[in-house]
Nanobody, 117 residues
């Protein structure tokens, strides 16, 4: 019912910045919150940042102070502004939508972020 498409990933040097976007389509009125996750090779997927329908944000300790998550409801898009990137940020980044009235979440296909040292 909800489809998510990430974009904005790429290769950047340490200390650089990237802005990821996640565009939602379908039954967007059902979205309660949107989150960014990442998964590095050989590691489990981890939560990076969340923004709720009411605008409350939360961040993993590893990115706090460097990343900013925002939401443009008019454009049905969530963003992840990543500043001060370090090689440890290298991962595939996924967006997720938590849906009202559903036990299943919607996931995007992921976008690769690579930070060189």
């Amino acid at each position: 019912q909800v489809q998510l498409v990430e974009s904005g990933g790429g290769l950047v040097e340490a200390g650089g910045s990237l802005r990821l976007s996640c565009a939602a389509s379908g039954s967007i009125f059902r979205i309660n919150a949107m989150s960014w996750y990442r998964q590095a090779p050989g590691k489990q997927r981890e939560l990076v940042a969340t923004v709720t329908n009411g605008g409350t944000t939360g961040y993993a300790n590893s990115v706090k102070g460097r990343f900013i998550v925002s939401r443009n409801n008019a454009k049905n898009t969530v963003y992840l502004q990543m500043n001060g990137l370090i090689p440890e940020d290298t991962a595939v980044y996924y967006c997720k939508a938590t849906l009202v009235g559903s036990s299943r979440d919607a996931w995007g296909q992921g976008t690769q972020v690579t930070v060189s040292s």
